[in-house]
């Protein structure tokens, strides 16, 4: 049985992603000893894959594409499966001069049918030729594919199968240049859909230096270790490309293992002394609620010194719950590296130094609101506030300014619409220039997230589109959702705020609930709690529903999707 490829490399001097490319970048990991580790559902290494090996099949994998009859430019659809054959198959695509488009395995999505669905409306959006899963996603994939023209569906053995005869030697690969795209990446869903994200090699190789250099402050000790998705940007980049492109061994773990099993994330962490290792809000969570205090015994965090966050609105009380699970495996607060970053920047934009830990602020409510227009630093009695997390100071890539509604820079402590200017930021969207245009102007990205500049540091507020308007005011979903979730009924993530059409086309606030009580004076009882806590809150009556457990919609990356629970609702497909 082989051995875990190991974290230290004294033959190869440390790169930080300083490459035209990313086959530059691959081929010299390749002059070393590191590379890829990928384990099953029980913790057990299935597959070592050096820098080496993983250079040579992505080239023979190229030469096949090519000698099939692939042309430059073409998009080819990968179910973004954890593996090393999603790992070759999206650097063959490199050497071939294709375009690999990671796609998202059936998690979340209300069944098979919107599975298939978003399936097909992305490899339709793309224009994919080639679409490539593992064998027991064969059926959704061709069902996927109906009604569009592709040159190959099937797995990595049947087409290999299928080119066997190809005279490989022969067969010359060319080599991308800085400026062509490498890839398209599908944000998540609960902004625009479907938009593929155009990045550059140059894009990709700025975002893997920011992250790896100026961000975690990468080491020759360093190691990660991951379950997050590679159809994500934070598994994509941050775990995979951003690891490749500096020399960083990496343990990957299944994410649906990781679901079943999130502990296992850290015996990992604990077994291989990762130090490297992120995950958005909830994968804290979860590991939190499975915990058991004979959990601690088989547990050594010490050697983890990088814990990201992100991807999501960071809870400060998750953390702090976190931390007094774990803290006597040696996990310290100062560990937590919260950051911000966005599929349109190719992942991150800013990242708290290392060993910081996280800070908050306390955010008057009455300027969330809109009432009133500025922070002013001082806590008055009898005002509401909001704690916010510090994101981190951007990435000296980035230029980071607060716009109003009318495109106006706005100075420190006001909260506007969050801009990105930089190398990574997206060509644009994948043959969509109207929503390109939406969004892109003179180089600056609205990123439509809505926060505020304090001290240099960014603070997200939320999502733009989400924002609640009742009688004049603002209200965020995420304040009215995490009051709701602190029911001991409830779990967070079992609420959408959403705001519905009311009578002389007024918005009314509605909180759709996920609920596991089958007694109807129970639930009756809970609904009117939710109503009074609602209204406490906004002032105004509130419609409240009641939902199965695991009814309300996700996106991809496995965040709530308000904009879908909003449209399934209005259209009579979440009912009690």
Not at 2 to 7: F, K, L, M, V
Not at 133 to 140: C, F, G, K, N, R
Not at 217 to 239: A, E, I, N, Q
Not at 544 to 550: A, T
Request: aromatic share 10%; charged share 25%; hydrophobic share 35%.
């Amino acid at each position: 049985m082989r051995e875990p490829i190991p974290t230290h490399d004294p033959s190869l001097p440390r790169r930080h992603a300083d490459f035209e490319n990313v086959l530059d970048a691959l081929e010299y990991a390749a002059k070393g000893i590191r590379g890829f580790n990928f384990y099953s559902a029980r913790g057990e290494l299935e597959c070592p894959l050096t820098f080496t090996e993983m250079c040579e099949r992505a080239q023979e994998i190229g030469r096949r594409l090519v000698g099939f009859g692939a042309t430059k430019g073409e998009r080819v659809a990968l179910i973004a499966e954890t593996s090393d054959d999603f790992v070759c198959y999206f650097l063959g695509c490199q050497y071939a001069g294709l375009l690999p488009v990671p796609l998202p395995l059936p998690t979340s999505f209300g069944g098979r049918d919107g599975y298939t669905q978003q399936l097909h409306q992305q490899m339709k959006s793309c224009g994919a030729s080639y679409a490539f899963s593992a064998s027991q996603m064969l059926p959704l994939l061709d069902e996927a594919a109906e009604g569009l023209k592709m040159n190959f569906i099937g797995t990595a053995d049947m087409f290999e199968a299928q080119t066997a005869d190809v005279a490989l030697d022969a067969i010359v690969l060319e080599r991308p240049q800085s400026d062509d795209i490498a890839y398209l990446q599908y944000s998540s869903g609960s902004t625009r859909f479907p938009h593929g994200v155009a990045v550059s090699h140059k894009s990709l190789m700025a975002n893997c230096y920011g992250i790896s250099y100026d961000g975690v402050h990468t080491t020759d000790d360093d190691r990660c270790v991951s379950w997050l998705p590679f159809y994500h940007d934070m598994g994509l980049v941050g775990c995979f490309l951003a690891c490749l492109t500096s020399q960083v061994t990496t343990d990957f773990l299944r994410t649906e293992d990781f679901a079943r099993r999130p502990l296992l994330w850290l015996k990992l962490i604990s077994e291989n002394r990762g130090t490297i290792s992120y995950s958005p809000t909830f994968g804290y969570e979860i590991c939190t609620r499975r915990f058991k205090p004979s959990d601690i015994a088989d547990l050594d965090l010490s050697s983890w010194r990088v814990a990201g966050i992100g991807g999501d609105m960071i809870r400060a009380e998750v953390l702090r719950s976190f931390y007094d699970a774990f803290k006597d495996a040696g996990f310290t607060e100062k560990t937590f590296v919260p950051s911000y970053g966005l599929a349109e920047t190719t992942l991150a934009v800013s990242f708290t130094p290392p060993q910081q830990g996280f800070e908050t602020e306390l955010v008057d409510e009455r300027v969330l609101s809109g009432e009133i227009k500025e922070l002013n630093g001082e806590i008055q009695d009898g005002v509401n506030y909001r704690e916010v997390i510090n994101c981190g100071i951007p990435l000296p890539q980035y230029d980071v300014e607060i716009w109003d509604e009318n495109g106006n820079p706005l100075g420190e402590r006001k909260i506007g619409r969050v801009c990105v200017k930089g190398p990574s930021v997206m060509v644009g969207y994948y043959n969509d220039d109207e929503a390109t245009k939406a969004c892109l102007n003179d180089g600056w990205l609205d990123t439509g997230d809505m926060g505020y500049i304090s001290n240099g540091a960014i603070y997200i507020i939320g999502r733009l589109k989400d924002l609640i308007i009742i009688n004049g005011r603002n209200h965020w979903p995420q304040d009215i959702e995490w009051a709701v979730e602190q029911l001991p009924e409830l779990r967070s993530g079992d609420s959408a705020a959403i705001s519905i059409p009311g009578d002389n086309n007024e918005e009314v606030p509605a909180i759709l609930v996920q609920c596991r009580i089958r007694d109807e004076k129970s639930r009756a009882e809970l609904a009117s709690r939710i109503r009074d806590m609602v209204q406490s809150l906004v002032g105004s009556s509130s419609k409240v529903v009641l939902l199965p457990p695991r009814t309300l919609p996700r996106t991809s990356s496995g965040k709530l999707s308000r904009t879908k629970a909003r449209q399934q609702y209005l259209a009579g497909k979440l009912v009690s």
